[in-house]
């Protein structure tokens, strides 16, 4: 069980910013950005590489959520980034699907 499950399962505590049947978004605990929000579906999957033609509503609406949250914490007009890490090189870290939600400074390119 990832920790992004036991938040869903209220077993951690978690800042969360938005909830729906099929989806929960949550502050990160250690944001990279002003906004650092992470976008999950309760569905447990572990990264997009893992989803099927089954998920494809689900990872729509994974996205139409963080645009959501991103008007709603005023970062529609400045701009925002929306990355999701896919393996261990790709930079995940916690092995359950997350789009993470980052806004409120200048974002470079290439990242990191």
């Avoid at 990264?47 to 970062?75: H, N, T």
């Amino acid at each position: 069980m990832t920790i992004f499950q036991k938040i869903i399962d209220r077993e951690i505590p978690a800042d969360i910013v938005f909830e729906d049947d099929e989806v929960l978004a949550f502050r990160d605990v250690n944001p990279q950005a002003p906004t650092h929000i992470l976008v999950i579906p309760k569905k447990p999957i572990v990264s997009v590489a893992e989803a099927g033609p089954a998920d494809a509503a689900l990872l729509g609406r994974l996205l139409l959520v963080a645009a959501e949250i991103a008007r709603q914490q005023g970062l529609e007009e400045g701009g925002y980034r929306l990355v999701t890490n896919v393996g261990r090189d790709g930079g995940q870290s916690v092995f359950h699907l997350h789009v993470h939600l980052l806004g409120g400074r200048p974002m470079g390119w290439p990242p990191g």
